[in-house]
């Protein structure tokens, strides 16, 4: 397999996690959807381009450090003065998370679709898209037509990472999203995702609907209960690996970026989805990565490296924000 058929696209948001200790103090952590995901793929050996802008300030060069040390490409990164844009995130007493944005004015919107497309390698194996990527304006515009100018043979992810109360519009962000089935091959959803998409009817209604609609593959995280693989060949449950939770953040990311690097790892394409054991296969690895994520502060999915058909999956590691050079 050559480093063109390996190669995987990440488009979409990067910013500044504030998680709100117990005490009152906060912590910072990098984060993003499609940044975090970018760094599992990246972690995993595969050496994705993320696309997206970020800002010159001390935050955004941090931001940098960690896709770098991630070995994430950073030639798709457009650059900006705009300042960082900050998620407030509070944590229940499982670890769980809940988000608030502060984005007006920031980093997070600014993308075109001309230097979307210029990112963009000829022909990537796959374009991962999805979260906060498709919620603002212009950025929404130039990943949907990502999306739609994909080329046949580029396996398209859609992880809609919803947050109800970032979106300044959620009916035009939700019919965006329904646009985008068409042309998108597999959908990672939480439970929580397809509600916010459907709110009058249950999640694996929801899920069942998808596959009507163009994708061949839904991935229904289900959190503690795992998750459930669905396709026209059937569905399957994917039990969660035991896990110490420290908190929740970036799980569902690394779970999606995991999926992906293992699937285009194993030589799998588009033309393979109708493979259900492979996708099996895969999501088991997937649900893996995402509880070892669960056990660090923060979004920081584990190391691994493939070797013939296995994983050697190393524990996460615990960085603080990396330092931005002056």
Same mark, same amino acid.
């Given at each position: 397999?050559?480093?063109?058929?390996?190669? @995987?696209v /990440?488009?979409?948001?990067?910013?500044?996690?504030?998680?709100?200790e117990?005490?009152g103090t906060?912590?910072?952590?990098?984060?993003?959807?499609?940044?975090n995901?970018?760094r599992? @793929?990246?972690?995993l050996?595969?050496?994705?381009?993320?696309? !997206?802008? @970020?800002?010159? &300030?001390?935050?955004?060069?941090?931001?940098?450090?960690?896709l770098?040390?991630?070995? /994430?490409?950073?030639?798709?990164?457009?650059?900006?003065?705009?300042?960082?844009?900050?998620?407030?995130v509070?944590?229940?007493?499982? !670890?769980?998370a809940s988000?608030?944005?502060?984005?007006? !004015?920031?980093s @997070?919107?600014?993308?075109?679709? &001309?230097?979307?497309?210029?990112?963009? #390698?000829?022909?990537?194996?796959?374009?991962? /898209?999805g979260g906060?990527?498709?919620?603002?304006?212009?950025?929404?515009?130039?990943?949907?037509?990502?999306?739609?100018e994909a080329?046949?043979t580029?396996?398209?992810?859609? &992880?809609?990472?919803?947050r #109800?109360?970032?979106?300044?519009?959620?009916?035009?962000?939700?019919?965006?999203?329904?646009?985008?089935?068409?042309?998108? &091959?597999v959908?990672k959803a939480?439970?929580?995702d397809?509600?916010y998409?459907?709110?009058d009817?249950?999640?694996?209604?929801?899920?069942?609907e998808?596959?009507?609609?163009g994708?061949?593959?839904?991935?229904?995280?289900?959190?503690s209960r795992?998750?459930?693989v669905?396709?026209?060949?059937?569905?399957?449950a994917?039990?969660?690996? #035991?896990v110490?939770v420290?908190?929740?953040?970036g799980?569902?990311d690394?779970?999606?970026? !995991?999926?992906?690097?293992a699937w /285009?790892?194993?030589g799998?394409g588009?033309?393979?989805?109708?493979?259900?054991?492979?996708?099996?296969?895969?999501?088991?690895?997937?649900a893996?990565?995402?509880?070892?994520?669960?056990?660090?502060a923060?979004?920081?999915? #584990?190391?691994?490296l493939?070797?013939?058909?296995?994983?050697?999956?190393?524990?996460?590691v615990?960085?603080?924000?990396p330092?931005?050079?002056?």
């Open positions: 397999m050559t480093a063109a058929d390996r190669s @995987i /990440v488009a979409g948001e990067a910013l500044v996690d504030l998680v709100l117990r005490e906060t912590t910072r952590h990098l984060g993003g959807g499609s940044y995901a970018a599992t @793929i990246g972690r050996g595969l050496a994705p381009t993320f696309v !997206g802008r @970020i800002s010159s &300030d001390v935050h955004g060069r941090a931001l940098r450090a960690g770098a040390q991630s070995d /994430v490409r950073l030639d798709g990164v457009v650059d900006t003065d705009d300042p960082t844009t900050f998620a407030l509070d944590l229940d007493h499982d !670890g769980a988000y608030r944005f502060y984005a007006d !004015g920031t @997070i919107a600014g993308l075109l679709p &001309d230097q979307a497309r210029a990112a963009m #390698p000829p022909l990537a194996a796959a374009l991962h /898209v906060l990527g498709l919620v603002f304006e212009p950025q929404a515009s130039a990943i949907a037509a990502l999306v739609r080329p046949s580029t396996l398209v992810m859609l &992880d809609p990472n919803c #109800p109360g970032a979106a300044p519009y959620p009916a035009v962000h939700r019919e965006r999203l329904r646009e985008l089935l068409v042309r998108v &091959d959908v939480s439970e929580e397809l509600a998409l459907e709110p009817q249950p999640a694996l209604q929801t899920a069942r998808l596959l009507q609609r994708p061949a593959v839904v991935l229904l995280t289900q959190g795992g998750a459930t669905m396709s026209q060949s059937g569905h399957a994917v039990a969660a690996p #035991p110490n420290v908190d929740t953040i799980a569902g690394a779970f999606g970026g !995991g999926w992906l690097a /285009v790892a194993g799998l588009r033309a393979d989805l109708d493979d259900f054991d492979a996708l099996v296969r895969t999501t088991r690895f997937a893996q990565v995402a509880a070892r994520t669960c056990e660090q923060g979004a920081e999915p #584990p190391y691994a493939r070797l013939d058909d296995e994983w050697c999956m190393a524990a996460p615990e960085r603080s924000m330092a931005a050079a002056d």
